[in-house]
């Protein structure tokens, strides 16, 4: 059974920094495209960024020189750093595995960002 655990969300001042992390079981991690998506309120779940099992990441433009996504598959874990955040970078972040064609998600963190 796949089982998706993220933290690190929180309550943060507009240019304050968070990491994010995300446990992964019942997954070879190594062999998985891992990202994040977030959905702020009102919105649809858009991709914030990916990367692949040899460590190819791509970003959304919002998160581009912001966020930073990284994995550790020997621990199953992906993270995404995240700095300078915004009002805008409010929202539900949810960590992201494709598994044999089948993607799984975990249940979200929530990270707000006050102004």
């Known amino acids: 059974q796949v089982q998706l655990v993220e933290s690190g969300g929180g309550l943060v001042q507009a240019g304050g920094s968070l990491r994010l992390s995300c446990a992964a079981s019942?997954?070879?991690?190594?062999?998985?495209?891992a990202g994040w998506y977030r959905q702020g309120s009102g919105n649809q779940r858009e991709l914030v960024a990916t990367a692949t099992p040899s460590g190819t990441t791509t970003y959304a433009d919002s998160a581009k020189g912001r966020f930073t996504i990284s994995r550790d598959n020997a621990k199953k874990s992906v993270y995404l750093q995240m700095y300078s955040l915004k009002p805008e970078d409010t929202a539900v972040y949810y960590c992201?595995?494709?598994?044999?064609?089948?993607?799984?998600w975990g249940q979200g963190t929530l990270v707000t960002v006050s102004s």
């Open positions: 019942g997954i070879i991690l190594s062999r998985c495209i």
């Open positions: 992201n595995v494709r598994w044999g064609g089948v993607d799984y």
